[in-house]
C-alpha cells in the first residue's frame, strides 16, 4: 500500500525559507514523477511543481518558480520541496502525490496523496 508523508510546515515570515519533505513507502519511486501541490483555504488545489526520478526535466508554476525547488533522494524515497522567498500567497496545505498519466498540472493525473503539511507565510 502507498503511503505518503509530508513534512516540514510551519509558520514562517514573508522572505523566509522552509523545506518540505514527502517520504514515500510502499511502491518503487525512483522512476516516477512525483508532484507537489498545494490548497490554500477557500480555493482548489493547485499545482505547484514535479520532478522526474533525474531531477533534470523539472517543472513549475509560473507564481513559484525561481523560488522553489523540488528534489529527490531516491535512496530514501523522499522528495523535497525547497521553498525561498516566500511569500503571504504561498500560504496554504501543501501535498505531494505520485503522477501516473495526464498533464502534470491536473490533480486528476495523480494517484496518491500523502495528507498534506500547512505552511503559513506572514507579512
Known amino acids: 500500500q502507498v503511503q505518503l508523508v509530508e513534512s516540514g510546515g510551519g509558520l514562517v515570515q514573508a522572505g523566509d525559507s522552509l523545506r518540505l519533505s514527502c517520504a514515500a513507502s510502499?511502491?518503487?519511486?525512483?522512476?516516477?514523477?512525483m508532484g507537489w501541490f498545494r490548497q490554500a483555504p477557500g480555493k482548489e488545489r493547485e499545482f505547484v511543481a514535479v520532478d522526474n526520478w533525474s531531477g533534470v526535466h523539472t517543472y513549475y508554476a509560473d507564481s513559484v518558480k525561481g523560488r522553489f525547488t523540488v528534489s529527490r533522494d531516491n535512496g530514501k524515497n523522499t522528495v523535497y520541496l525547497q521553498m525561498n522567498s516566500l511569500k503571504p500567497e504561498d500560504t496554504g496545505f501543501y501535498y505531494c502525490?505520485?503522477?501516473?498519466?495526464?498533464?502534470?498540472?491536473?490533480?486528476?493525473?495523480?494517484?496518491?496523496w500523502g495528507q498534506g503539511t500547512r505552511v503559513t507565510v506572514s507579512p
Open positions: 510502499g511502491g518503487t519511486f525512483s522512476s516516477t514523477r
Open positions: 502525490a505520485v503522477h501516473r498519466i495526464g498533464p502534470y498540472t491536473n490533480p486528476d493525473a495523480y494517484a496518491y
